[in-house]
């Protein structure tokens, strides 16, 4: 019996649900020409709400789940046992501008197995990006996965339809990636970002368009032994060595007729969450991968606690620090002090010595922020050595009602 749409929609839908693509931050403004149709804005996809309060998203879709390769790890590899389907470059494009149309959608998010081969595959989720931009004026966000293995014209291609284009370096060791992947090459991964990096800091010197929302990538956690500090250096090197917008982190799923070199298990979804924080404090804070490793044993990050508060506890020696005379990188490893604080901080003790209540306006987190502080009329004293320190700034846990 043949597919719908609809069955089809079903199927490459939830098998994309294991594709990290929660921001779209970065495009620029653009509003579609005369007889287009969709718009973005600098914020992101999720900028608009509905009369019903329906924030629009992404449409998040795989062209196909049929794939040549068979990663360990992945639902949709070759050996894998599942329901498989495939849209036609003019089915997405039907798609994406009905769901448009209906207001449920402000963008495309695309990515595919691989079939025939890497090039075919490309240029076929790159067709789809070409025809809504050129036929029908889709001027709305799309993100592309782009295929490592194609040809780099191809990649050029889908870049100048793409607002943002990815390439997921899958895991962070080679070691692994061999073993789970063998037939993906992290120098072909390499050379995919490389090109996408020189292409969009050669498009921003000219001022043209070319994946003007950057490109980010994606890492499987938990699917090796790798360790939280590993992880984060890879991410590190990536930030530096390719300029990445972002690097997603997704935690391993147990698969269906899974290989023994697999975990049973599933890592503590927690972990994913202290791998986005310590991202965070790698990016705005300055914080280096030792420092954040520090808060934690082994190489991995403390559950328990976020990375910055860890790393806090960790170094009491360093503070408590004197908001009124310590430098922006020192404010900015104390708990509960934000970046955008720091900076109004700096500001305001030009004109005048900060009060407590002073910087209780500037910022909301002070609650953790009282043991590692000084201000001129404010002294934690012996605060910071306190044995309960932690426990007395991290409430325990409680199971929330439904209605709270």
Same mark, same amino acid.
């Given at each position: ?17 294991? @594709?990290?693509? $929660? ?7 653009? +509003?579609?020409? #005369?007889?287009?149709?969709?718009? !973005? !804005?600098?914020?992101g996809i999720c900028h608009s709400y509905t009369p019903d309060g329906r924030c629009v998203s992404l449409l998040k879709i795989l062209l196909t789940n049929? $794939?040549?390769?068979? $990663? ?26 009905? *769901? ?20 075919? +595959? ?12 050129? @036929? ?36 962070? &060791? ?10 993906? @090459? /992290?120098? &072909? ?27 980010? !990538? ?7 032994? +790798?360790?939280?500090?590993? %992880? ?35 890592? #503590?979804?927690?972990?994913?969450? /202290? ?11 300055? *914080? =280096?991968?030792?420092?954040?490793? &520090? ?19 960790k170094h009491r020696e360093r503070f408590p620090v004197d908001v009124n005379s310590a430098d922006r990188e020192l404010l900015l490893r104390v708990p509960?002090?934000? &970046? ?7 500001? $305001?003790?030009?004109? =005048? ?5 002073? %910087? ?29 320190l932690r426990a007395r700034l991290t409430p325990p846990a409680r199971q929330l009602s439904l209605f709270e």
């Open positions: 019996m043949a597919q719908t749409s609809l069955d089809k929609l079903r199927i490459l839908a939830d098998a994309a649900k294991y @594709d990290a693509s $929660c921001a779209s931050s970065g495009a620029e403004k653009r +509003t579609a020409k #005369p007889g287009g149709i969709g718009s !973005t !804005t600098g914020s049929y $794939c040549l390769f068979d $990663c360990v790890y992945c639902i949709n590899r070759r050996s894998s046992n599942v329901k498989r389907a495939r849209f036609s470059v003019d089915e997405v494009v039907e798609l994406t501008l009905g *769901f448009y149309k209906r207001n449920y959608i402000e963008g495309l998010f695309l990515s595919s197995g691989i079939i025939r081969s890497p090039d075919y +595959t490309m240029e076929q989720m790159m067709l789809v990006a070409k025809k809504l931009r050129r @036929d029908h004026g889709f001027a709305g966000y799309i993100h592309l996965k782009a295929i490592p293995e194609a040809s780099p014209w191809l990649l050029e291609q889908a870049g100048l339809f793409a607002d943002r284009m990815s390439v997921n370096i899958e895991l962070a &060791s080679d070691v692994s990636l061999k073993k789970l992947a063998p037939e993906k @090459d /992290r120098g &072909s991964i390499d050379a995919a970002m490389g090109q996408m990096s020189e292409r969009i800091a050669e498009a921003r010197e000219e001022r043209r368009a070319f994946a003007p929302a950057g490109q980010s !990538t994606q890492m499987i956690v938990g699917a090796d032994e +790798t360790t939280d500090e590993a %992880v984060l250096r890879t991410s590190a090197s990536l930030y530096s060595g390719f300029r990445l917008k972002r690097v997603y982190y997704s935690a391993f799923s147990p698969i269906p007729e899974a290989s023994p070199s697999l975990p049973v298990k599933a890592p #503590p979804l927690r972990r994913e969450n /202290r791998l986005y924080q310590a991202d965070w404090l790698l990016r705005f804070y300055g *914080f =280096t991968v030792e420092e954040i490793a &520090s808060g934690g044993e082994g190489g991995m990050l403390d559950l328990g606690i976020d990375p910055k508060l860890a790393y806090a506890l509960g002090l934000g &970046s955008r604080a720091v900076d109004k901080i700096l500001t $305001c003790r030009r004109q =005048t010595r900060l009060r407590w209540d002073d %910087v209780a306006r500037l910022s909301g987190g002070l609650r953790r922020a009282r043991a590692f502080l000084v201000t001129a009329d404010h002294h934690p004293a012996r605060l910071i050595d306190r044995a309960d």
